[in-house]
């Protein structure tokens, strides 16, 4: 442990620095959760702070532990990676001001400055998403020896990239933000986190997912920490290998990461459909548990034919082996 937290020490600074600040926010916002009662569209008002605090601590230690990988265009990708950190401070502080004001921060359109802050925020996650993708695109040219992380590492930033774009599905109006725009009553929001309900109902704890329609929350989420759960996955496939002999072919870990990072893809499609239907996570129709089957069987199997396929392949060197040593005679001379 003393060993990791020397390493850390010699990540990416900027990033570092601001996971640190906003591991202190984080305890900042569960103050506020705890002393602040006040609720704004159906959730304490703290309860959003606390999330992207997290989120983006999470996001930056991440970061911070990839660019140590990098072989080439350091540089470059220190830079980027330092106007990350600008871009993320900028869009915090717009949150924590509009919760300091009693306002909402996304999708409101309101009044002036309202919209005005909102017009920054829709700014500066676009150009976050860019250097994202900058970076995603220096590491998939980054050699790393394991398979098997190797392809964890890949999989994860692609899959994560693709989960913070899907954040643009709740950009756009809804019909019925169009509709009273139409007819002259603007609602003073423009997007909206839920699907089929409005913004603000009964909502899951801590999350404040909706649990009464349709969130595009989840599957953002659920896409967003690839990042985080394709290299833990690898990292756990390490550590059982010291255990398991069928783990401990580089080969067979890197086919289990193709199977784990197939099926996270599938799982953030199959989240994404269910909340474009407007349908509640915890509520799942036929449709969505069938799609979910199909999805647990598929990767059950891959997994099962993967693990199967190397037994097979390290018996028959053993079998001969064990030929020759029972049959001396029959050892090719």
């Not at 080439?72 to 401070?89: E, G, H, M, P, Y």
């Amino acid at each position: 442990m003393s060993d990791l937290i020397g390493q850390a020490r010699t990540w990416h600074r900027p990033m570092m620095i601001c996971a640190g600040v906003m591991a202190a926010m984080a305890a900042v916002s569960a103050g506020g959760l705890l002393l602040d009662d006040r609720v704004l569209l159906g959730a304490p008002i703290w309860l959003k702070p606390f999330k992207f605090a997290v989120s983006i601590a999470l996001y930056c230690v991440t970061w911070a532990w990839l660019l140590t990988l990098l072989r080439s265009r350091q540089r470059l990708a220190n830079r980027v990676s330092t106007a990350i950190v600008v871009i993320l401070f900028v869009e915090y502080a717009i949150i924590v001001t509009q919760v300091v004001r009693g306002r909402a921060s996304h999708f409101n359109a309101s009044t002036p400055l309202d919209s005005t802050l909102f017009s920054v925020m829709g700014g500066s996650i676009a150009a976050l998403w860019t250097g994202t993708l900058v970076l995603t695109v220096l590491l998939l040219r980054t050699p790393i020896p394991d398979p098997a992380s190797r392809w964890a590492i890949r999989l994860g930033a692609l899959i994560s990239l693709v989960g913070a774009g899907l954040g643009a599905l709740m950009i756009g109006p809804t019909s019925e933000q169009l509709g009273s725009m139409r007819n002259g009553t603007p609602t003073g929001f423009i997007g909206a986190h839920s699907v089929g309900v409005a913004d603000g109902g009964p909502s899951m704890p801590i999350t404040g997912w909706s649990t009464t329609g349709g969130d595009l929350r989840i599957p953002h989420f659920v896409g967003m920490h690839a990042l985080q759960v394709l290299p833990l996955l690898a990292l756990l496939l390490g550590l059982l290998a010291t255990r398991l002999p069928a783990l401990r072919d580089g080969g067979v870990r890197m086919r289990l990461m193709f199977v784990a990072g197939a099926g996270y893809a599938g799982l953030t499609g199959l989240v994404t459909w269910q909340a474009l239907r407007g349908q509640p996570l915890l509520s799942p129709d036929a449709w969505t548990l069938a799609a979910l089957a199909a999805l647990a069987v598929t990767v059950t199997l891959a997994t099962v034919l993967t693990l199967a396929k190397r037994e097979q392949g390290s018996f028959t060197p053993v079998s001969r082996e064990q030929s020759s040593l029972a049959h001396p005679e029959r050892t090719p001379r």
